[in-house]
């Protein structure tokens, strides 16, 4: 079967290859669909990280899949959309132990086409049917961004259990960023009832600009207005949503929230630098309006079921956007355009829905 493959820690040694079908009793058999890139897929691509299974050289790549179910079995009727979680439990940590693979405490976790596990971007994969999330067919493609989306909603849970540690409500909030990841969490806080800026390099106007706006929410360009200009404007956030990925911007998150505000970092930047922030920020602010700046990564099973139950609930919505949200479709020998692409969201197809949008 072919899969789309890479030796991680060797730079620009992705491929399509030949790769067995996994084979067990207790799993379930999915057709692969469609599979989405991000930064992650791109990161691996260039040796930065990523681990093969056990004693093998290559790892399949892929861990935002859209698969259909090819038998009956588990639950699971032939035809079934479904997607499934990336992380995996260490089983050996209280967080593991306990259903959340997402907060592991070890690291030992392995990750679907990341770390220590083959992810989704072959023609079969035999899965876990306890890691399998339904996709309503009426979601049809869209169901690719579910794992982009399962992020989001954990960011989202997480926020709300910190600013819910006291009397707080919700009202304003600012994400930085209109990739996958912010473009998400723009839409999922619009479900909510939040008013939304949604602020990016691209000027007025921009593809990114009317997607944003679409849902309602306002688009920033913060190459013309300062982040620090639009708090004073509004007079501050109680939920920033960094998504853009600069250590910079992260640390300034705390500088833009009102009283019992929470920020949020989605975006990973490991470059070596020295960031500043204003130590009355820090060491006043922060302190006399119980702000909070938390990390968030991977996400629950319950997230999953969230983020489906919000793309469904959006696309109802504003049917017309949702579908503007994949901005480049590829088959598997294509990965190259993919990996290059910089619109919203890049997808390798390998089959077809069979009638699903």
Known sequence: MQALVVTPGEPHSVRVAEHPVEAAESAV??????????????????GIFGVAPGDERALVLGHELLGVVERDGHGFSRGDLVTATVRRSCRRCVACEEGAPDSCLTGDYSERGITRLHGFARELVAEDPAQLVPIPRALGRLGVVAEPASICARALRHARAIGNRQPWRAERA???GAGAIGMLVTYLLRLEGLDVWTAALDPPGSPRARLVEASG?????????????????????????????????????????????????????????????????????????????????????????????????????????????????????????????????????????????
């Open 29 to 46: 058999l999915v057709r692969t669909l469609e599979v989405g890139v991000c930064g992650t897929d791109r990161e691996i691509s260039e």
């Open 174 to 176: 600012l994400v930085i």
């Open 217 to 357: 929410a306002r688009y920033v360009a913060s190459r013309e207005t300062p982040l620090e200009d639009l708090r004073d404007e509004v007079g501050g956030f109680d939920l920033v949503v960094e998504a853009a990925g600069d250590a910079q911007v992260m640390a300034a998150t705390l500088g833009l929230l009102r009283r019992s505000g929470v920020a949020c970092l989605l975006g990973i930047d490991p470059r070596e630098r020295t960031v500043e922030l204003d130590g009355p920020t820090i060491g006043l602010d922060a302190v006399l309006e119980n702000r909070v700046l938390f990390g968030s990564v991977n996400a629950h099973r319950e997230d999953w079921v969230a983020a489906v139950d919000g793309l469904a609930r959006a696309r109802e919505r504003w049917p017309e956007a949702l579908e503007r949200f994949v901005t480049l479709r590829v088959p598997l020998d294509r990965f190259g355009e993919a990996f290059e692409h910089r619109g919203v969201k890049a997808t390798l197809v390998l089959g077809e829905t069979g009638g699903a949008r």
